[in-house]
T-cell receptor, first 115, second 114 residues
Framework: DAGVTQSPTHLIKTRGQQVTLRCSPK?????VSWYQQALGQGPQFIFQ???????QRGNFPDRFSGHQFPNYSSELNVNALLLGDSALYLC??????????????FGSGTQLSVL | KQEVTQIPAALSVPEGENLVLNCSFT??????LQWFRQDPGKGLTSLLLIQSSQREQTSGRLNASLDKSSGRSTLYIAASQPGDSATYLCAVRGSGGSNYKLTFGKGTLLTVNP
């Protein structure tokens, strides 16, 4: 049973460029959340997708956008990259509905470096 | 605004010791609290999830407690092993029908020395 997979694992970009990160949820999961983790910090919530819609958004600018596809996979897009966007980007999947399904499963992340 | 604090920031113990990691949160209106483990440069692994109506959860050598009214949780690790070395993160999900996000602490870096 494949867990949450993210690609690419590492990425180097320059300021002003755009980047797309990809996530495939754990088999059977229908909800995908994205988190940004700066070095030495806890993960910060970016947004969550369910039924191909953004269900909730954290305190991130509009430069951060996402998409969920019919097969539940998801993309995170970041435009006009800033140095401060350098971080580990984590994708987490879960199954919507009920306390028993609350446990999140995280991927290994995409390490983004902006130069 | 929910804030989560973890103490200590780092902890180094000899193998075999029992230890306690602490987590506090400012808003007691939570839906659940989770403890995660993170190895360097890796994603998070869920260890224990405590619903707001529960007081504790156990899994093997791990025991997590929750005191929602005082805004505190502890993670107890019995008979620590070098393989337990990792960063341990606490996260809460706020209550309310449209709140799905987890708010994380900065973590406790645990080193278990052989």
């Amino acid at each position: 049973d494949a867990g949450v997979t993210q690609s690419p694992t590492h990425l180097i970009k320059t300021r002003g460029q755009q980047v797309t990160l990809r996530c495939s949820p754990k088999s059977g999961h229908d909800t995908v959340s994205w988190y940004q983790q700066a070095l030495g910090q806890g993960p910060q919530f970016i947004f969550q997708y369910y039924e191909e819609e953004e269900r909730q958004r954290g305190n991130f600018p509009d430069r951060f956008s996402g998409h969920q596809f019919p097969n539940y996979s998801s993309e995170l897009n970041v435009n006009a990259l800033l140095l401060g966007d350098s971080a580990l980007y984590l994708c987490a999947s879960s199954l919507a509905g009920g306390p028993a399904n609350e446990k999140l499963f995280f991927g290994s992340g995409t390490q983004l470096s902006v130069l | 605004k929910q804030e989560v604090t973890q103490i200590p920031a780092a902890l180094s113990v000899p193998e075999g010791e029992n230890l306690v990691l602490n987590c506090s949160f400012t808003d007691s209106a939570i839906y659940n609290l989770q403890w995660f483990r993170q190895d360097p440069g890796k994603g998070l692994t869920s260890l224990l999830l405590i619903q707001s109506s529960q007081r504790e959860q156990t899994s093997g050598r791990l025991n997590a407690s929750l005191d929602k009214s005082s805004g505190r949780s502890t993670l107890y690790i019995a008979a620590s092993q070098p393989g337990d070395s990792a960063t341990y993160l606490c996260a809460v999900r706020g209550s309310g029908g449209s709140n799905y996000k987890l708010t994380f602490g900065k973590g406790t870096l645990l080193t278990v020395n052989p």
